[in-house]
């Protein structure tokens, strides 16, 4: 059984998710990266401290926002690298790009680009589970906007009728695309929306990586210990547009620079230096190791073939036949 805290492990999570979205940003500007990118910069406490909570056993589901979520389930960056390059290397071998990570071997269920369709995957998957008898339970992570829509409602609605292994972890970061949640949800603490179905519910600081861990660590071991469905709603913000070249007239600068203030990495800098868990020198160390690391899956990504042109068809399916 895992979860001691390994805090150095955590921040060298983060730094990675940080400096590796940077890099995928320039190089998306580079055009080097085709289709979409959003980037999870300012929300990496999230996926970093809920991840760090579960058990090999559980699975992680999570939608289009899913590099980071990647990262922290054990994919290497090399390989997410080339996947956002359409490379043969990549995590979903160049098919999938920056919205269909998925690794199966590490309990990585993927990328989802359809807005709320992984809520029933992952009651699915939760339903497996139980019906399996596993000691597992099912991680689904989903946007705010996501509650708006009819597959979330019908995916807690089963979850609690069926009393599934399932932990729903609302990132609440403000924004579904430019729409504020006071614009498009009933209700403004979106655990309330939990209510509606029995399911029991907590809120946490997302900017807060051992918060986070905590409400994740008492949320999963509720869901592990037989007692159904739970919602954690976790307050976070995005530093970034919704995806690249979003204009972002839909709020201030000096709304982005308040949240910035609140830095999930600098926060958790300054909570290890307080608290004397390692020096300065030793964080700055890891800074350099992730530079290494970046500069490292580049170049893995750049020199790594395309997929060949005779695996086209591969995974698809088509019929031959006249329409019967
Ligand atoms: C069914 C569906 N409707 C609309 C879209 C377009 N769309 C992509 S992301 C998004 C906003 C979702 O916001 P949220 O769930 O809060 O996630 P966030 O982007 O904030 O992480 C929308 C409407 C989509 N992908 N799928
Ligand atoms: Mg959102």
Redesign the pocket.
């Known amino acids: 059984m895992k979860n001691e805290v390994d805090y150095i492990d955590l921040y060298y999570q983060m730094v990675q998710i940080r400096r590796m979205e940077e890099k995928a940003a320039e190089l998306y500007q580079q055009g080097k990266i085709g289709g979409f990118l959003?980037l999870y910069i300012g929300q990496e406490a999230v996926s970093t401290g809920l991840i760090s909570a579960r058990l090999p056993q559980d699975r992680v589901i999570t939608?289009?926002?899913d590099h980071g979520v990647a990262l922290n389930c054990g994919l290497g960056m090399n390989e997410i690298m080339a996947e956002l390059l359409g490379k043969e290397t990549g995590v979903s071998g160049g098919r999938g790009g920056s919205m269909h990570m998925a690794d199966p071997s590490k309990n990585f269920w993927g990328g989802h680009?359809?807005?709320?369709?992984h809520l029933p995957i992952a009651a699915g998957l939760a339903l497996g589970d139980q019906y399996k008898g596993n000691d597992s339970i099912t991680i689904c992570m989903?946007?705010?906007?996501?509650?708006n829509?009819g597959y979330f409602h019908e995916a807690l609605n089963l979850s609690k009728v069926w009393n599934l292994p399932v932990l729903w972890v609302c990132?609440?970061?403000n924004?579904?695309?430019g729409?504020q949640v006071n614009k498009a949800s009933a209700v403004l603490e979106i655990r309330q929306k939990a209510e509606g179905y029995a399911i029991p519910n907590s809120r946490v600081d997302g900017m807060d990586i051992m918060a986070v861990r905590r409400a994740s660590l008492e949320a999963m071991e509720k869901v592990r210990s037989g007692n159904g469905p739970y919602l954690l709603e976790i307050i976070t913000y995005?530093f970034r547009g919704?995806s690249m070249g979003d204009p972002e007239r839909y709020r201030t600068s000096d709304e982005i620079k308040k949240w910035e203030e609140d830095d999930p990495i600098g926060n958790f800098r300054n909570y290890i230096l307080s608290e004397k868990i390692t020096t300065d020198k030793e964080l700055n160390k890891i800074e350099s190791q992730v530079e290494d690391d970046v500069v490292e899956a580049v170049r893995f990504a750049e020199s790594s073939p395309e997929p060949s042109i005779n695996e086209l068809y591969k995974n698809t399916y088509y019929s031959d036949k006249e329409d019967q």
Do not use: K
């Open positions: 959003h939608a289009y926002r680009a359809i807005v709320g369709s989903f946007g705010d906007g996501a509650t829509i990132e609440n970061n924004y579904g695309m729409t995005r919704h």
